[in-house]
């Protein structure tokens, strides 16, 4: 398991790539089924959070 610190790196990476993604517009370039397949991963993600 990981412990806080890696988690932390973890996030911070995520959001540091999330962030460059948004920047460089690399959703756009992407074909509709890898978006789609991100979107409902994203989804899954948001769901089980809420819980």
């Given amino acids: 398991?990981?412990?806080s610190k890696q988690r932390?790196?973890?996030r911070k990476n995520i959001k540091k790539a999330a962030a460059a993604a948004k920047?460089?517009?690399t959703l756009?370039?992407?074909p509709r089924s890898t978006r789609t397949a991100l979107g409902?991963?994203?989804?899954?993600v948001k769901r089980e959070k809420k819980r």
């Fill in 23 to 25: 920047r460089k517009g």
């Fill in 28 to 30: 756009k370039k992407l």
């Fill in 8 to 10: 932390a790196a973890g």
């Fill in 1 to 3: 398991m990981a412990t």
């Fill in 40 to 44: 409902k991963q994203a989804n899954k």
